[in-house]
């Protein structure tokens, strides 16, 4: 087994009672178990080795009265065509919508087919959740 390292991580109190609360809806058994958790997350969905193929979803809510912002989601997607699978598309209320992308490809292109997106000006929230299919480049 690994040598366990120490080390201090500084929060305010509102934060901390945030994350205290989805610990124990979480039932994990202490702060660090949760904080090992959130790492190996953070490690195995960012940081493959290699340009692997990766099959997944990028989910993303925006503001459909953004000015031109349709347009410019479009764009995006044409630019990544060759990966984008393909895409569900709802209405949240009046003014917000979510949309769903499938896509399978190198994750380097993936990634950056997601961040294209989520740094559009409307998109409020994105998120990508990618699994490797097992094809190493």
Same mark, same amino acid.
């Given at each position: 087994?690994?040598?366990? &390292? =120490?080390?201090? +991580?500084? !929060?305010? @109190?509102?934060?901390?009672?945030?994350?205290?609360?989805?610990?124990? =809806?979480?039932?994990? =058994?202490?702060?660090?178990?949760?904080?090992?958790?959130?790492?190996?997350?953070?490690?195995?969905? *960012?940081?493959?080795? #290699?340009?692997?193929? &990766?099959?997944?979803?990028?989910?993303?809510?925006?503001? *459909?009265?953004?000015?031109?912002? &349709? @347009?410019?989601?479009?764009? +995006?997607?044409?630019?990544? =065509?060759?990966?984008?699978?393909?895409?569900?598309?709802?209405?949240?209320?009046?003014?917000?919508?979510?949309?769903? +992308?499938?896509?399978?490809?190198?994750?380097?292109?993936?990634?950056?087919?997601?961040?294209? !997106?989520?740094? !559009?000006? #409307?998109?409020?929230? #994105?998120? !990508?959740?990618?699994?490797?299919?097992?094809?190493?480049?």
């Amino acid at each position: 087994m690994s040598e366990i &390292v =120490r080390f201090g +991580v500084s !929060l305010d @109190n509102a934060l901390l009672g945030r994350y205290d609360n989805l610990i124990r =809806r979480k039932n994990y =058994r202490n702060r660090s178990e949760a904080i090992r958790e959130l790492i190996r997350h953070s490690l195995s969905n *960012k940081n493959y080795e #290699g340009d692997g193929e &990766v099959a997944g979803a990028i989910i993303y809510i925006y503001d *459909k009265r953004q000015r031109d912002l &349709v @347009n410019r989601i479009i764009d +995006v997607q044409h630019d990544y =065509r060759d990966i984008m699978q393909l895409s569900q598309h709802m209405h949240l209320n009046n003014n917000d919508c979510i949309e769903i +992308v499938a896509v399978k490809g190198l994750f380097s292109k993936v990634c950056k087919f997601s961040d294209s !997106l989520k740094a !559009l000006k #409307g998109v409020r929230h #994105g998120s !990508l959740s990618a699994s490797r299919t097992g094809k190493i480049k």
